[in-house]
């Protein structure tokens, strides 16, 4: 399981550890995988402007200074993937189910199950 990590790495590094991933699991093992994903038709730029406008809304309990920590951090640190992206990594690495189990309300956080063959 992973929670919130993956977005922090390039396409490429995202490949190498789902391949990893992949060579841990016995047949028929399920590798859960919770972050952010971007819209199919977004980029990266669209993403965080709708994710920093859900934020702003209602992230209310942090002050001013906690909301532009987190705005720099995600603006710099985060580079969130489709989740048709990350089911090709997966089927690349012979997962054979996908499976979205769980998405937030402004569709910015995914709960996916992916089962290796």
């Given amino acids: ?3 919130f990590v993956l977005h922090h790495l390039s396409l490429a590094q995202k490949d190498k550890v ?3 991933v ?3 699991l016995k047949t028929n093992g399920i590798f859960v995988l919770i972050d952010i994903v971007c819209k199919e038709e977004e980029d990266k730029e669209h993403f965080v402007n ?3 406008e859900n934020m702003r809304q209602n992230w209310t309990a942090l002050s001013s200074q906690d909301m532009s920590i987190m705005e ?3 603006s710099t640190y985060d580079f969130p993937e ?3 992206t990350l089911y090709q990594l997966a089927q690349k690495h012979n997962f054979v189910r996908f499976e979205c189990l769980y998405k937030d309300t402004p569709e910015a956080a995914q ?3 992916l089962t290796f063959q």
């Fill in 50 to 52: 709708r994710y920093l």
């Fill in 111 to 113: 709960f996916l199950c």
């Fill in 22 to 24: 992949s060579h841990l």
């Fill in 1 to 3: 399981m992973t929670s």
């Fill in 18 to 20: 789902i391949e990893q």
């Fill in 72 to 74: 720099n951090h995600i």
């Fill in 82 to 84: 489709t989740q048709t």
